[in-house]
C-alpha cells in the first residue's frame, strides 16, 4: 500500500524559503489518482490546504498563500516538493502531505488518503 | 475562523452515541457529497474515517457513520469505546479557487 514520507529541515529562519520533500512507497506516484497535496497544522489549531500537483505537473494552491508557495514533483525519484518563501513566525506547524482520491474519473478529488507522519517545521532565529 | 464548523467539544460515556456536526454553505457541503472525515490522535497524522459522506473504507468500524442535511454534515460514533477519544476533522471539496475547507476540528472526550 502506498506509504507517504515527509523530509526536510526543523527549523527555518524568518524571511527565509521553507523546503519539503513528500517521498511516496509502494506505489508510483505517477499512476492512479489525481493529485498530491500539502496540509498544514499549527500547534494546537485545525488543518490548512497549501496545494496540491498533478503528476503533469499542473499546480492548485490556496489562494492565501499562493504568492509564496511552488509545488513541484519529481516522478523520477517517487517524489514531490514544496517551497514556501518569506516565511515568518506564522508559518510554524506541522506539515503533512497527503494523497487526494476520489472514487470515479467523473468525480472531483474529495478525499485524502493516505497522509504522511508530518514534519514539525519552526521558524525562529 | 475555519471555513466549516464544528463544535469544539463533545463527550460521551462508553457505549454511548455522539454525533458531530459540520456545518458549511451550497458551495461545499450543501453542494456536493463530497464531504470526508479524520480522525487525529495526538502526534499522528489524520487518518481518514468516512469519505463521500457515508463511506467507510475497508477497516474502519462501523460504529462510524455519516449523513448529511442541507449544509450540514454529521458523524456519528455509535457504541462509543475510550480508543475513540481523538480530534475529529471534517474536510469538503468547495467548487471555487479554495478547492478545499477545513472545519476547525471537534476534541471527543470519552468520560
Known amino acids: 500500500q502506498v506509504q507517504l514520507q515527509e523530509s526536510g529541515p526543523g527549523l527555518v529562519k524568518p524571511s527565509q524559503t521553507l523546503s519539503l520533500t513528500c517521498t511516496v512507497s509502494?506505489?508510483?506516484?505517477?499512476?492512479?489518482?489525481?493529485?498530491w497535496s500539502w496540509i498544514r497544522q499549527p500547534a494546537g489549531k485545525g488543518l490548512e490546504w497549501i496545494g496540491r500537483?498533478?503528476?503533469?505537473?499542473?499546480?492548485d494552491y490556496n489562494p492565501s498563500l499562493k504568492s509564496r508557495v511552488t509545488i513541484s514533483v519529481d516522478t523520477s525519484k517517487n517524489q514531490f516538493s514544496l517551497r514556501l518563501t518569506s516565511v515568518t513566525a506564522a508559518d510554524t506547524a506541522v506539515y503533512f502531505c497527503?494523497?487526494?482520491?476520489?472514487?470515479?474519473?467523473?468525480?472531483?478529488?474529495?478525499?485524502?488518503?493516505?497522509w504522511g507522519q508530518g514534519t514539525l517545521v519552526t521558524v525562529s532565529s | 475562523q475555519s471555513a466549516l464548523t464544528q463544535p469544539a467539544s463533545v463527550s460521551g460515556s462508553p457505549g454511548q452515541s455522539i454525533t458531530i456536526s459540520c456545518t458549511g454553505t451550497?458551495?461545499?457541503?450543501?453542494?456536493?457529497?463530497?464531504v470526508s472525515w479524520y480522525q487525529q490522535h495526538p502526534g499522528n497524522a489524520p487518518k481518514l474515517i468516512l469519505y463521500?459522506?457515508?463511506n467507510r473504507p475497508s477497516g474502519v468500524s462501523n460504529r462510524f457513520s455519516g449523513s448529511k442535511s442541507g449544509n450540514t454534515a454529521s458523524l456519528t460514533i455509535s457504541r462509543l469505546q475510550a480508543e475513540d477519544e481523538g480530534d475529529y476533522y471534517c474536510?469538503?471539496?468547495?467548487?471555487?479557487?479554495?478547492?478545499?475547507?477545513f472545519g476547525g476540528g471537534t476534541k471527543l472526550t470519552v468520560l
Open positions: 497527503a494523497r487526494e482520491r476520489t472514487s470515479s474519473t467523473w468525480y472531483p478529488p474529495n478525499w485524502f488518503d493516505p
Open positions: 509502494g506505489g508510483s506516484l505517477s499512476t492512479g489518482d489525481c493529485c
Open positions: 500537483i498533478y503528476t503533469s505537473g499542473i499546480t
Open positions: 451550497s458551495s461545499d457541503v450543501g453542494g456536493f457529497n463530497y
Open positions: 463521500e459522506v457515508t
Open positions: 474536510i469538503s471539496y468547495r467548487s471555487s479557487s479554495t478547492l478545499w475547507v
